[in-house]
């Protein structure tokens, strides 16, 4: 069955880029209806879609009529994909959603505070027939046929303190909640400050970001997980894979991937004939879904 909030929930918050006060609610929404974002300040509503995403470098843009844009939306698509929630009116009153501790840990636990509603209509899922793929560089991003969503992500960097780490998760059954959800953005020092110097990361600081210097994590209390780093790119990437309107029943697999090249992915996914098709999930293929069989106590075993 699809799912929505039982009841709205509400975040007050400031944009990572913009450093501005951000207040944002996430309503109920009816089946089928999906996950819009509403620009109250703009009076413009957008649909999460992939063809609606700017491909615009450190996060995930979504760009509406009139160019009325909504920045940073992965991490709450994250934890909206995690939950198994498909159908939700977002409204905010600014151009970026809050960033929060910098993970999707603080949605889903309100989320899961205000209760889930399952809607009396069958979930329909992307199902991957065959292998589509795309590269930029020394980055790829593919997604191949699969009984369930899988992620395999693969990073490397010259800073010893995250250096080269792979995971790979089956997303089935509150697997995000446990494994993904708490993983907060990261960046190097030299980031920060080359970002702060073209005026971006402006709400940027230790208690929203794990920013790591060489060898050295400066955040303070350090990591959540030795492999924190990978751990949020795999949150990215579920929550830029949700852009695609329905669950992906495929295993998508990144190698130094980020939001604008898994955007690329789902633009070359839809444009290839008999790589994709529609299907109403049986029981079986909704037990291998995010959100399928999650409870509060999978968010009580994060850190």
């Known amino acids: 069955m699809q799912t929505t909030l039982r009841t709205t929930a509400q975040f007050n918050g400031i944009g990572l880029h913009s450093g501005r006060p951000v207040r944002m609610s996430v309503r109920p929404a ?94 329909r899922a992307f199902e991957i027939l065959r292998p589509v793929e795309v590269k930029a560089g020394l980055s790829t991003a593919k997604l191949l046929p699969a ?50 110097a073209e005026g971006l990361a402006l709400g940027g600081s230790m208690d929203n970001a794990v920013v790591v210097d060489g060898a050295s994590v400066l955040s303070p209390g350090g990591l959540r997980h030795a492999d924190e780093a990978v751990r949020h790119k795999m949150l990215d990437a579920l929550g830029d894979l949700a852009t695609a309107g329905a669950p992906i029943l495929g295993r998508y697999e990144g190698i130094r991937a980020g939001h604008a090249l898994t955007n690329a992915l789902l633009r070359v996914l839809f444009a290839t004939p008999d790589a994709v098709r529609v299907v109403t999930c049986d029981r079986a293929q909704m037990r291998r879904l995010p959100g399928t069989g999650i409870a509060v106590d999978d968010l009580r075993l994060v850190a």
Not at 66 to 85: F, K, N, Q, R
Not at 166 to 193: A, Y
């Open 30 to 123: 009816a089946a089928d209806h999906g996950i819009w974002f509403h620009r109250l300040d703009k009076a413009v509503r957008i649909p999460a879609l992939w063809d609606r995403v700017a491909q615009v470098p450190l996060c995930t843009r979504l760009v509406g009529e009139g160019g009325v844009d909504v920045s940073t939306i992965e991490h709450i698509m994250a934890a909206l994909a995690g939950c198994g929630i498909g159908n939700a009116e977002i409204e905010l009153d600014g151009p970026e959603v809050p960033i929060l501790d910098g993970s999707a840990a603080g949605f889903v636990r309100k989320f899961l505070d205000v209760g889930l509603q399952r809607l009396d209509t069958p979930v």
């Open 147 to 196: 009984d369930g969503l899988e992620i395999d992500f693969t990073i490397e960097f010259p800073d010893p303190a995250i250096g080269r780490q792979r995971k790979v998760l089956d997303m089935g059954n509150g697997t995000f909640i446990r494994e993904l959800c708490d993983s907060r953005t990261f960046c190097r020092q030299s980031d920060v400050d080359a970002m702060r």
